[in-house]
């Protein structure tokens, strides 16, 4: 049988200090490199040469997408990597790539689960597809959190990749809100101006300014996506194009709905975002504190209970990444406070107890 050949695909700009970290770990994994550097001043390319002759230059349009699909154009391989300079490809088999590639004809694309290391906190792995057959219908859209798309008529075959992880090691604090200010905002800004934002992006939009300390920004950006999803949270429907990021925007939104004590809309909030999406712990952690905000730590119980069932079972949604301790410390800091409350000492103290071993 013939091994498929893989072209790992990276759009670079500026990762001296991150690059060959990730290409050291892609390097013995893959038949080739494809480097495409969008305007570095450092030694990025330097660098690059050292891993590969696939080297291009793209002047950088404010596209993503544009950019990632460039350097898919540069590919010779059947399928395709993509990986971003801050990241590491971990192999957790003795089994090579091609040899799985190989025995899975029908499928078309790879999940696989991303890390968050190094963060100062514990974020749960989520999947994401960054392996995929190198078909000329697989192309990248939007020019700001680039999605994988099909042009074919049949919708993209995905499994499920687990013998490698991508570690995602990030930026700098300082770094994180370099990049905000100076290249992502306005970016978003212009798209928002020019054809309106994607819940999803408008999400990202808020996060960023809540980063880079504009608190009032951000709180525009909540009210636009509050308004835009409270029809569907009245009708059940969910969006025409669910993001990934929904059960987070809907988790940050109530916490707001919370903060203001508008609890009539955070039950709306609370009931139908559990229907779309039972298995995220942070939606259920937060209907958790509304019933207990209520006065209700019986009702509350469950919810706190069920966050730390997901933590054992490893039974959550892989969807969007949290902070773990929503399965571990901080359901169970709840639990005490709800038992507490009922006047349950020997449950409450059991709960404390808990709650200071898991965060050990």
């Known amino acids: 049988m013939a091994m498929p050949q893989v072209s790992a695909c990276l759009i670079v700009k500026n990762e001296a200090t991150n690059l060959q970290r990730c290409l050291a770990s892609v390097q013995p994994v893959v038949d080739e490199i494809v480097v495409v550097d969008t305007g570095s001043t450092d030694d990025t390319v330097a660098i690059a040469r050292q891993f590969t002759e696939k080297l291009y230059t793209l002047p950088w349009r404010d596209d993503f997408a544009a950019a990632r699909n460039y350097s898919l154009d540069q590919a010779s391989g059947e399928w395709i990597l993509v990986l971003d300079a801050d990241e590491v490809l971990v192999c957790l088999s003795d089994t090579s790539l091609r040899e799985q590639l190989a025995a899975a004809p029908s499928v078309q694309a790879y999940q696989l689960l991303r890390?968050?290391?190094?963060?100062?906190?514990?974020?749960?792995?989520?999947?994401?597809?960054?392996?995929?057959?190198?078909?000329p219908t697989l192309r990248y859209q939007g020019r700001f959190h680039e999605q994988l798309v099909s042009s074919g008529s049949a919708?993209?075959?995905?499994?499920?990749?687990?013998?490698?992880?991508?570690?995602?090691?990030?930026?700098?604090?300082?770094?994180?809100?370099?990049?905000?200010?100076?290249?992502?905002?306005?970016?978003?800004?212009?798209?928002?101006?020019?054809?309106?934002?994607?819940?999803?992006?408008?999400?990202?939009?808020?996060?960023?300014?809540?980063?880079?300390?504009?608190?009032?920004?951000?709180?525009?950006?909540?009210?636009?996506?509050?308004?835009?999803?409270?029809?569907?949270?009245?009708?059940?429907?969910?969006?025409?194009?669910?993001?990934?990021?929904?059960?987070?925007?809907?988790?940050?939104?109530?916490?707001?709905?919370?903060?203001?004590?508008?609890?009539?809309?955070?039950?709306?909030?609370?009931?139908?975002?559990?229907?779309?999406?039972?298995?995220?712990?942070?939606?259920?952690?937060?209907?958790?504190?509304?019933?207990?905000?209520?006065?209700?730590p019986l009702g509350a119980t469950a919810y706190f209970e069920y966050c730390l069932e997901m933590g054992r079972t490893n039974r959550y949604s892989k969807q969007m990444p949290f902070p773990l301790d929503y399965v571990g410390e901080r359901a169970a800091q709840q639990l005490a406070l709800a038992y507490q409350a009922l006047q349950e000492t020997e449950r409450s103290r059991y709960y404390t107890e808990l709650a200071q071993s898991l965060k050990s």
């Open 115 to 135: 890390r968050e290391i190094g963060t100062g906190e514990q974020f749960s792995d989520f999947a994401i597809v960054r392996l995929f057959r190198n078909l």
């Open 155 to 296: 919708p993209i075959t995905i499994g499920s990749l687990t013998t490698f992880r991508i570690d995602h090691y990030g930026y700098q604090p300082a770094q994180i809100q370099a990049k905000m200010r100076d290249r992502n905002i306005p970016i978003l800004e212009r798209i928002r101006a020019s054809e309106g934002l994607s819940l999803s992006l408008l999400f990202a939009l808020a996060d960023m300014y809540n980063a880079v300390n504009n608190p009032s920004a951000a709180e525009d950006c909540f009210n636009e996506l509050f308004e835009r999803l409270f029809p569907h949270l009245l009708s059940g429907q969910l969006p025409p194009e669910v993001p990934g990021s929904l059960p987070e925007i809907l988790h940050q939104l109530g916490r707001r709905l919370l903060a203001a004590e508008e609890h009539e809309a955070l039950q709306l909030l609370c009931q139908q975002s559990l229907i779309w999406f039972p298995t995220y712990p942070p939606l259920n952690h937060l209907a958790g504190c509304w019933l207990m905000a209520l006065g209700f």
